[in-house]
């Protein structure tokens, strides 16, 4: 029996959308308000949901604390109250768009986790825009 245990976090970042292979006009035509060369942020929420077996031993598909300190370590410590683009290596030389972002997090997460549980991490950069990857 396959059960999908979730589990919602929260981050602040900054970032800025922009190719430095592109003119300021082309790339403010494309981006917009988020190619403010200042920088923008985002109160950024997380759902991270993780599906398995249950282990007949514990009932569990895999421990929520676990997962916390997963997202903790592997997200939070690396995301929260940083400069997406000057401060987290995996965005030097990529767009730090939100589809750009859940995928570095999936693959963050991905390999910390038990090979044989299955991942999927939705991402809101807003109340209204979000994002979801699942490694496909």
């Known amino acids: 029996m396959r059960v999908t245990v979730s589990r919602k976090a929260h981050f602040n970042s ?4 922009y190719r ?6 082309k790339n403010d035509a494309i981006f917009g308000k988020c190619n403010n060369p ?30 916390k300190d997963f997202i903790k370590s ?12 000057l ?9 730090p768009t939100a589809e750009n972002i859940v995928v570095v997090i999936y693959d963050k997460l ?11 991490v939705t991402l809101y950069e807003t109340a ?3 994002v979801t990857y699942s490694g496909n």
């Open 87 to 95: 401060d987290v290596p995996e965005f030097k030389e990529l767009n």
């Open 128 to 130: 209204r825009n979000f």
């Open 38 to 67: 200042n920088y923008h942020g985002h109160n950024y929420d997380l759902t991270v949901s993780v599906t398995g077996e249950i282990d007949p031993e514990t009932g569990f598909v895999m421990d929520v604390k676990i997962l």
């Open 14 to 17: 900054a970032h800025r959308l």
């Open 74 to 85: 592997e997200v939070e410590d690396a995301f929260d109250h940083k400069n997406l683009n």
């Open 110 to 120: 991905k390999k910390v986790l038990d090979s044989n549980l299955d991942l999927e």
């Open 20 to 25: 430095p292979d592109w003119s300021f006009e």
